[in-house]
């Protein structure tokens, strides 16, 4: 009788033990389980949203590591209120579902405000996002109006391209031809080759480039002239207003003591293109 209560005993408690495997397998398949690459987020946490091909605001360096301007003052903004930061890659198209459910605290990363107005709570804008075209620095090409005629290149879905085909396009139909290519790289390298004369883009991801891709120190050159801007911001969560103060009041404390002027600089990004608070 003993042996036979026993081995019940057994069956149960090897059933009790199955029951809770599956049903901990199935909470974590519905992402109620705690995995060790689960990241928790906390108010000591400040998660950003960026997408991590979008250089010099945010993307992965030859080490593998996250970097970028955006990413530099967000880090810096955990430093002083001892947060701890993470850098949260994140499908682009998918930002909105990301920040709605709490995953990520805000979309940090080149993020322009214009158009998107009442879609989120906004800090202050922070930097000046302008249109311009870069040449070579020996062309006879000193403004917009010497490009009539001239092939251009412009990085596809981009700002520039928006900019010509819309507000500008007095100034695209100038031009000889425009084409759009995959990525700035193959611009640069089209520019170097001169099977364009001049390449269209942001001007924080041209100075950027520049920095990195003027071999001999002065291969290319920004026009002066700019065809239109955009305001760059962070966005958070809507209501959330709370995180936005303490963030902007801190950003704020940065542009006051050259900290951002600091890191613009690291990444080639000129003071012009900064909007002081």
Sequence with gaps: MNKKICFILALLLVSVMM????????????????????????????????????????????????????LDLAKEVCKRNNWTFKAQPIDWDAKDAELDSGYIDCIWNGFTMDGRENDYTWSKPYFDNKQIFVVKSNSNINSIGDLAGKTVETQKDSSALTALKKDNKTIKDTFKALTEVADYNIAFMDLQSGTC???????????????????????????????????????FKKENTALRDKVQTTLDEMFKDGTVNKIAQKYGISQDALIQP
């Design 19 to 70: 029951i809770g495997s599956v049903s901990a397998g199935f909470f974590d398949f519905l992402g109620g389980g705690n995995t060790d690459n689960q990241f928790i987020n906390d108010e000591n946490t400040f998660i950003v949203g960026f997408d991590a091909e979008f250089p010099p605001y945010g993307y992965m360096d030859t080490d593998g590591n996250y970097t970028g301007f955006d």
């Design 197 to 235: 004369d001049a390449i269209s883009m942001d001007i924080g991801v041209a100075e950027y480039d520049l920095k990195n891709n003027n071999d001999s120190g002065d291969d290319f050159k920004i026009l002066n002239e700019s065809m239109t801007t955009e305001k760059y911001g962070i966005g």
